[in-house]
């Protein structure tokens, strides 16, 4: 078992965390969903059912070959805003508020636009016990909580299973090759000690700028679990030091636009040594500008590993749900889909996301990176993804598979949970790193 150096959460990040939870989609930190009535099972957390939010006044329009994004933005009484990467999609801005869907109908009716829709508004969806996904020994709980202060374990029926981890052992992928791995999301903290020397600044698409500092938590939470040295995939596997991640931040007060996610995973497959891209954000919309970009990103063999939403539904939010994405479900530590995790037609695979409850000490959620140095348990098929997106890094630096081979060595080799072979739930099933590296299985219990 690894010695692991780990950071306590002050008071101050604590703090930050529960004013930076977001919406129906986001990943919620430490105190998560339903209560914990001994010895009543964990209540599902329900999608509310809202339309789908949007930057006001502003449409991502797609133009035939020829068009002139600012001729057509005049022509409707509208402004560009700002062209996607590479030229790809413009933004026009001006339209009424609340009328951005009209808009864009009224633009995708003019013969120089291929496509128009609403900008849309994605939202931030040891080893030792705290690190319980990638070696759990069994037996772990959770202590009830009142008042601050924990008090006696769970019953035993809410213990962990020790096959319930995704075999990440100790070392056993060092000595692999160079590859880079991209985070689209709020940032990350660019002096946080898991990444030292291991980052590159990528471009804030939300501020436009070429700062892609965190100012929330969840991209370095995310990023942390994917590639932290200490908290990480591939730094528990041995394989960080040939990890770099390429971030750039999407996300704002407001949430994670889709013309920003759009550029970020064009900009991602652009770099040299890519191998995936982790975005850890959903809603219930499929973009157009999304869509095409991930097409992109698969041309140039890059895989885009997406969290399939926090609702409680079975449906993929977007862009998982894009069939060329890669979605990933959350299971806690029993092997079962965890309480708020989205599951349905076009799920592709589980991996641990954690499930804990509001008046619980907070084990039973992922322990990541934070903003200020610091580290925080969070819970959501965010935290889910990033295990995938590690995976991904450690078993192309061991192996040298890219793209469709990447992927289907880590579906073939997950461990099938649920209904014999694919299922809604589970999908291929739940993540297994190391096979995926190896095509081997540890012994039961490790």
């Known amino acids: 078992m690894p010695r692991v150096s780990l950071k306590a959460v002050t008071a101050n990040t604590a703090l930050a965390v529960a004013a930076v939870a977001l919406a129906a989609c986001s990943d919620v930190p430490v105190s998560p969903t339903a209560d914990v009535a001994a010895p009543a099972a964990a209540r599902v957390v329900e999608g509310g059912g809202a339309p789908e939010q949007v930057m006001p006044g502003e449409v991502i329009v797609g133009l035939r070959a020829g068009a002139d994004a600012e001729a057509v933005a005049a022509a409707h009484g509208l402004a560009l805003g700002q062209r996607g990467h590479g030229n790809a999609f413009a933004v026009l801005r001006g339209a009424a508020a609340g009328a951005e869907r009209s808009a864009a109908a009224k633009l995708a009716a003019d013969a120089r636009v291929a496509y128009a829709e609403p900008n849309y508004l994605r939202q931030p969806t040891a080893i030792d016990q705290r690190l319980w996904a990638f070696y759990n020994p069994g037996g772990l ?161 890059v895989l885009v590993i997406a969290s399939a939403g926090n609702d409680g539904t079975g449906t993929v939010s977007c862009p998982a749900c894009d069939p060329n994405a890669i979605s990933v479900a959350a299971t806690q530590w029993q092997d079962k889909l965890a309480s708020y995790s989205n599951w349905g037609p076009g799920l592709d695979i589980s991996a641990p996301g954690g499930n804990c409850y509001s008046n619980t000490t907070p084990e039973g959620c992922i322990y990541s990176a934070y903003l200020e140095g610091g580290y925080t348990w969070m819970q959501g098929t965010s935290m889910a993804a990033p295990q995938v997106t590690g995976a991904a890094a450690v078993v192309a630096s ?23 072979g694919y299922d809604t739930s589970f999908g291929n099933g739940r993540l297994n790193v190391y096979r995926a590296v190896t095509g081997n299985s540890l012994p039961a219990g490790q």
């Open 141 to 301: 709980n959770m202590k009830y909580s009142r008042g601050g202060s924990a008090g006696s374990n769970l019953p035993a029926s809410y213990a962990s299973l020790a096959d319930a981890d995704e075999d990440n052992i100790e070392g056993f992928a060092a000595g692999g090759a160079d590859v880079v791995v991209g985070s689209i999301d709020t940032g990350v903290d660019l002096d946080h000690p898991e990444f030292t020397g291991r980052l590159i600044a990528g471009r804030d698409w939300y501020s436009n700028d070429a700062d892609p500092n965190d100012e929330n938590g969840h991209g370095s939470h995310t990023t942390g679990t994917m590639a932290g040295s200490t908290v990480g995939v591939a730094g528990v596997a041995g394989a960080a030091s040939h990890v770099k991640v390429y971030v750039q931040r999407v996300c704002g007060r407001r949430g994670c636009p889709t013309s920003a996610t759009a550029s970020a995973i064009r900009a991602a497959a652009d770099v040299p040594g890519m191998v995936a891209v982790n975005v850890s954000l959903g809603g219930a919309s499929l973009s157009t500008a999304e869509k095409d970009a991930i097409a992109y990103a698969l041309s140039k063999n």
């Open 398 to 420: 061991m192996t040298g598979l890219r793209g469709a081979a990447l992927r289907a060595r880590l579906e073939s080799t997950a461990d099938d949970r649920g209904a014999a």
